[in-house]
């Protein structure tokens, strides 16, 4: 059975954001887009909007390195499913954090709407991203 495009489309949108292509970001991602960002650190929140949401993008790598190992994308007609292993190393002291998160989009026409990631560890990753700088 051949995987649902939306599946296809997440699976490319890590590839490319680890890739630092903006571009394909910028041409898969609504122009109302919705990131909510769970947690109690610097970069939790709500972005609205692309041009919010890209530069969340731009300041969360600044803070930490990401690197994501996508473990499963599955997708129906409502919402596509990412289960992923994460490894960010901070930029301003090099600690590193490894966990899983589960990322639910909802995606129509080949563009995400809104994006809930949630991680399995947040308190611990709430205590690596204290003090960051954004």
Do not use: C
Not at 48 to 66: D, I
């Amino acid at each position: 059975m051949a995987e649902h495009p939306d599946a296809q489309l997440v699976r490319q949108g890590y590839d490319a954001f680890i890739a630092g292509d903006m571009e394909w970001l910028n041409e898969h991602f609504a122009e109302t887009i919705v990131w909510h960002v769970a947690g109690n650190n610097a970069l939790a929140g709500d972005y609205r909007g692309r041009e919010e949401v890209l530069a969340f993008f731009a300041r969360s790598v600044q803070a930490a390195t990401p690197n994501f190992d996508v473990h499963d994308v599955v997708a129906g007609e409502d919402h596509t499913v990412a289960l992923v292993n994460i490894h960010f190393t901070r930029t301003d002291n090099g600690r590193t954090f490894e966990g899983r998160t589960v990322q639910v989009l909802h995606i129509e026409n080949g563009k995400a709407l809104e994006s809930w990631t949630l991680a399995e560890d947040q308190a611990g990753l709430d205590a690596f991203l204290e003090g960051i700088k954004v």
